[in-house]
T-cell receptor, first 112, second 110 residues
């Protein structure tokens, strides 16, 4: 069964600290994996996309990693800011048709 | 290029009523996905439409239904509303491996 699981479900960190969010998937065949940031009450916005051949990709203070062998991805946030408070959603695309599988997200709260 | 649009932004209904939510995908996108995001919970997959047909359905009761029109826009209908249907309903469209989300419709059931 194709699934995407994210952990932790929620996370609270101090401003300026680093954190890592995890995404494990069983989607097969794998096409790509995206991390989205969703501010409260708004639609998710794409942060990064990882394909099978990529194992690290950065977007400012966000760095995503992908291990296609273990089917794991992580999103590392460096020097967190209050504006990083949001839900982070992992989305995996299967390589058959246009089917996407969504994790339920990690809720991150950055406090001063 | 306009993004995914949804209407209305907010919708307030009472228990037992019916709600209709609308979504217009990005021009050229043929797939539309609907998700429910209840307060404090993650995204829950509702429905996937592609080329006018329902391709997949999440674990929701039959009172959640929808359709996709020839211009690829979509409607989500929720019948016999219950209090727990209160949530943000997100629509997303995709083409060639990229998913774009709309801003969502906030449904409140009183």
């Amino acid at each position: 069964k194709n699934q995407v699981e994210q952990s932790p479900q929620s996370l609270i960190i101090l401003e300026g600290k680093n954190c890592t969010l995890q995404c494990n998937y069983t989607v097969s065949p794998f096409s790509n994996l995206r991390w989205y940031k969703q501010d409260t009450g708004r639609g998710p916005v794409s942060l990064t996309i990882m394909t099978f051949s990529e194992n690290t990709k950065s977007n400012g203070r966000y760095t995503a990693t992908l291990d296609a062998d273990t089917k794991q991805s992580s999103l590392h946030i460096t020097a967190s800011q209050l504006s990083d408070s949001a839900s982070y959603i992992c989305v995996v695309r299967a390589n058959t048709g246009n089917q996407f599988y969504f994790g339920t997200g990690t809720s991150l709260t950055v406090i001063p | 290029e306009a993004g995914v649009t949804q209407s209305p932004t907010h919708l307030i209904k009472t228990r037992g009523q019916q709600a209709t939510l609308r979504c217009s995908p990005i021009s050229g996108h043929t797939s539309v996905y609907w998700y429910q995001q209840a307060l404090g919970l993650g995204l829950q997959f509702l429905l996937w439409y592609d080329e006018g047909e329902e391709r997949n359905r999440g674990n929701f009761p039959p009172r959640f239904s929808g359709r996709q029109f020839p211009n690829y826009s979509s409607e989500l209908n929720v019948n016999a509303l219950e209090l727990e249907d209160s949530a943000l309903y997100l629509c997303a469209s995709s083409l060639a491996g990229t998913v774009f989300f709309g801003p969502g419709t906030r449904l409140t059931v009183l």
